[in-house]
């Protein structure tokens, strides 16, 4: 019988072991990306080699043929450098991201990577209206912060941010074009399809999704 929840400790204990620093630097599918040494979600992935690889060669080529990307929760920005680094030549990716240590590790992979003309920032979560929303910080993963403590494995604090949704954000800006948006917001990206639903009839992108139904 498998036991996962056992593999998971032993797996924290190997790595934890391990890794000394509290920011590491690691070589990725061709990118740059530094990411606190103390995640237990991301890092190990990129570190073994194996984070989500199928899904990111598909970003990429998606990517490939686009001009105009927006990255809904960009996280530390390894979707977001990897889409910038294979766009279309004069591209330019809209990367939403309501945590501030989040963001301040996504700039500094921007700028690893030299792509800080192609990318725009906006510190703000993505739902299905434009609202300020309470997210709980995850001390485990910084990909696992989330709107429900339940998602935010090892939430012991929770941050109050701003949201927007696609649609309004698409009109406000005036944005005449999108070719693939990628959303991952850890369970919530129901609220994000239904806050784009005019942007998606309009424009008719590529979606990139997480889908975890547990969430």
């Known amino acids: 019988v498998n ?14 072991s391990s890794v000394k620093s509290e920011e590491i630097e ?13 995640d237990l979600g991301l890092v190990p992935g990129l570190v073994g080699g194996y984070y989500e690889k199928y899904q990111l060669e598909v970003f990429k080529k998606l990517s490939q043929q686009a001009s105009s990307i927006i990255d809904v929760g960009s996280n530390i920005g390894l979707y977001t450098v990897i889409g910038a680094k294979n766009m279309k030549k004069g591209g330019t990716i809209i990367a939403f991201e309501p945590i501030a240590d989040n963001i301040k590790l996504l700039k500094k992979n921007i700028k690893l990577n030299n792509l800080v003309s192609k990318i725009r920032i906006e510190q703000s979560a993505v739902g299905d209206e434009s609202k300020k929303l309470k997210l709980f910080v995850s001390t485990k993963s910084v990909g696992n ?5 339940e998602n935010a494995g090892g939430a012991s604090t929770e941050v109050e941010v701003n949201q927007t949704s696609l649609d309004d ?30 942007t998606i009839t309009k424009y008719q992108p590529a979606l990139v999704i997480e889908s975890i139904p547990k969430l």
Not at 26 to 38: E, L, N, Q, R
Not at 176 to 198: F, M, N, P, Q, T
């Open 3 to 16: 036991n996962w929840k056992a593999t998971g400790v032993i797996r924290e204990w190997i790595y934890r």
């Open 26 to 38: 690691i070589d990725y599918m061709g990118v740059k990306i530094a990411a606190p040494s103390h």
């Open 145 to 149: 912060h989330s709107a429900s403590k």
């Open 169 to 198: 954000y698409v009109k406000n800006k005036k944005i005449s074009k999108i070719d693939l948006i990628k959303i991952d917001v850890e369970g919530l990206d129901g609220y994000v399809l239904k806050g784009a639903k005019k």
